[in-house]
């Protein structure tokens, strides 16, 4: 059974359908999505990669300079870097629900168009037109849905961390 789960033709004429049902708008969601996710890997691997070393090595530059400016300074350049990226895939995961309304808009226009042409007369033709022209909707919601639970934990993270440091410096700067 395994074996006919990873057949590579199988995959890619499944691929070629979905796009197909879906129309030109399908690519440009993938385009979208594609980059969204790109923002949210760059994000998940600056959490467990850089971030742990980059705080250590700012927290212990908060430690031993005595200027406060340069500790707001280095504060500043965590909490920049913490907040990247953030409004970006906000927009992206807003966009995709956008753009599969655009496809249904177009796929309905399509529907009608072949209405026109051939008339009321045959109920398949326009729901099978009816059911490609909201795919697109679908789609883009469910790109939408399945980034926003990636962004809704990271940006919980990170409001968390920023926290923890804003706490960190107070008290820092209490003690000189």
């Known amino acids: 059974m395994l074996p006919e789960l990873l057949r590579v033709d199988d995959w890619l004429f499944a691929l ?9 708008v399908l690519y440009l969601i993938l385009a979208v999505s594609f980059l969204m996710f790109v923002l949210i890997l760059e994000r ?6 850089s971030y742990p070393g980059r705080k250590l090595q700012i927290l212990s530059a ?8 340069k500790k707001l300074s280095l504060f500043c350049e965590l909490d ?25 808009v177009t796929g309905m226009i399509q529907v009608f168009d072949s209405l026109a042409l051939y ?8 729901a099978a037109g009816v059911a490609s022209a909201t795919f697109p909707t679908m789609t ?11 962004h809704n934990r990271l940006s919980r993270w990170s409001d968390g961390e920023r926290q923890k440091l804003r706490l960190m410096l107070s008290q820092n700067q209490g003690v000189q």
């Open 140 to 150: 883009g919601m469910a790109v939408a849905v399945a980034g926003l639970l990636f």
């Open 80 to 104: 920049l870097a913490l907040k990247d990226q953030f409004a970006l895939i906000k927009n992206l995961i807003t966009l995709c629900p956008l753009i599969g309304l655009l496809g249904t």
């Open 62 to 69: 908060l430690n031993a300079e005595p200027l406060a400016v």
């Open 16 to 24: 070629g359908q979905f796009f197909q049902t879906g129309g030109w």
């Open 44 to 49: 998940l691997l600056y959490r467990f990669f």
């Open 119 to 126: 008339g009321t007369g045959n109920p398949r033709l326009m």
